[in-house]
């Protein structure tokens, strides 16, 4: 049966080169499409992820980490007296406005702390010290700001918020899902930066748990101390963060229908081909049934058709989406393609084959076997 899969398969090549075409085209469409996807909601929550804290305390009903309210920063001292906390410091994220060379403005987003090296904030220094932070008025700026604010280099004053500050360093990978340029500056310095709404205020604090406390008692209590906040976990916390931005604009619809489409893609070329391969050999199936070879004989060849045709389709799909992956990079986007993503879409492309497989199986199941002895 499976001689004769292949050879009904492979006797038109040219049908069989369209049929893999079709199915590469769509295992890339959702490969690349979904990469992106789910590239750009790790940057959603990338800080959260990298920060070295177990526990963010936020406002009450504080939507993902970009979109901070502010509260007293005097809380902190309640959190560092729980029970089970090692560490527990403030940390402001808010957005500033800072001026360019060319005189232009744009938005830009800050992340303040008093320690960075305790909270492995930022996760990727390339050029300077982040302890120089707090010796006046400096700040690092990521790599990836240059595509929105044009070159820059360690040494150069900026405008940011009205005041004159010096960069000192530069940092990697640290994206926001708005693609606003993300810069890091000592706590004290954000305040001045936004007197007015940031006076004695903070905007999260960062809760480090000592080695074997338990996170939910120590959550429970830090919640009974400040009832009017929220106090999550970094999983938690970052799950809140994406999901606010799939919700709110429309990615996750977006990413469904793009999903479909591939898979209808794949669906209607396959059983397109396969059902007029199967209408090409009509008589050759006949046969099969004539010396004796029932329906599930019959749908195992046509079977077998689908599953070189889906397997060779992924195989090519999946070598395009990699090929690609570089030139995304490039142009400032992420694709996350992890092996379980990989095994994923190869279920499902064998999984709609197959099912493709069964339009074709049931204009031949009725199929009277006489048909191979009338000329």
């Known amino acids: 049966m499976i001689d004769i899969a292949s050879k009904i398969l492979f006797h038109d090549r040219l049908r069989f080169v369209i049929t893999v075409s079709g199915v590469s085209f769509a295992v890339m469409l959702v490969l690349v499409q979904v990469g992106l996807f789910l590239g750009l909601l790790s940057s959603a929550s990338i800080t959260i992820q990298n920060a070295d804290a177990d526990l963010w305390v936020t406002s009450r009903n504080t939507a993902n980490v970009?979109?901070?309210?502010?509260?007293?920063?005097?809380?902190?001292?309640r959190v560092r007296s729980v029970p089970g906390v090692l560490r527990a410091d403030n940390l402001i994220v808010g957005f500033v406005r800072i001026t360019l060379a060319g005189g232009t403005t744009e938005s830009m987003m800050i992340y303040a702390l008093e320690k960075?090296?305790?909270?492995?904030?930022?996760?990727?220094?390339v050029e300077g010290e982040l302890a120089d932070l707090r010796r006046g008025k400096f700040f690092f700026?990521?790599?990836?700001?240059?595509?929105?604010?044009g070159d820059f280099a360690v040494g150069d004053f900026r405008q940011v918020n009205g005041r004159r500050l010096k960069l000192i360093g530069r940092t990697a990978e640290a994206k926001s899902f708005t693609t606003t340029p993300v810069a890091f500056l000592d706590f004290n310095m954000a305040q001045q930066l936004d007197a007015s709404t940031l006076d004695g205020k903070t905007t999260y604090i960062l809760v480090k748990l000592v080695p074997g406390a338990n996170a939910r008692e120590v959550s429970a209590e830090i919640q009974r101390r400040l009832p009017y906040h929220d106090v999550q976990t970094r999983d938690r916390w970052a799950q809140i963060s994406r999901a606010y931005w799939v919700q709110n604009t429309g990615l996750g619809m977006s990413m469904f229908l793009t999903v479909f489409l591939g898979c209808l893609v794949g669906v209607v070329i396959v059983a397109q081909t396969l059902y007029t391969s199967v209408i090409d050999h009509f008589k050759e199936f006949a046969t099969v049934k004539a010396i004796g070879g029932?329906?599930?004989?019959?749908?195992?060849?046509?079977?077998?058709?689908?599953?070189?045709?889906?397997?060779c389709g992924f195989l090519v799909g999946a070598g395009l989406s990699l090929a690609v992956a570089p030139a995304m990079t490039r142009?400032?986007?992420s694709m996350v393609l992890e092996p379980g993503f990989f095994a994923s879409v190869f279920g499902g492309t064998m999984f709609f084959c197959l099912a493709a497989s069964a339009v074709s199986f049931r204009k031949i199941s009725a199929m009277d076997p006489a048909l191979v002895f009338r000329s």
């Open 331 to 333: 142009a400032g986007l």
């Open 116 to 125: 960075f090296t305790h909270w492995n904030l930022p996760w990727r220094v």
């Open 294 to 311: 029932s329906n599930l004989d019959i749908y195992l060849i046509i079977a077998k058709q689908a599953a070189i045709a889906g397997f």
């Open 66 to 77: 970009d979109f901070s309210i502010p509260f007293s920063e005097n809380y902190v001292q």
């Open 141 to 149: 700026l990521d790599d990836s700001a240059r595509k929105r604010f």
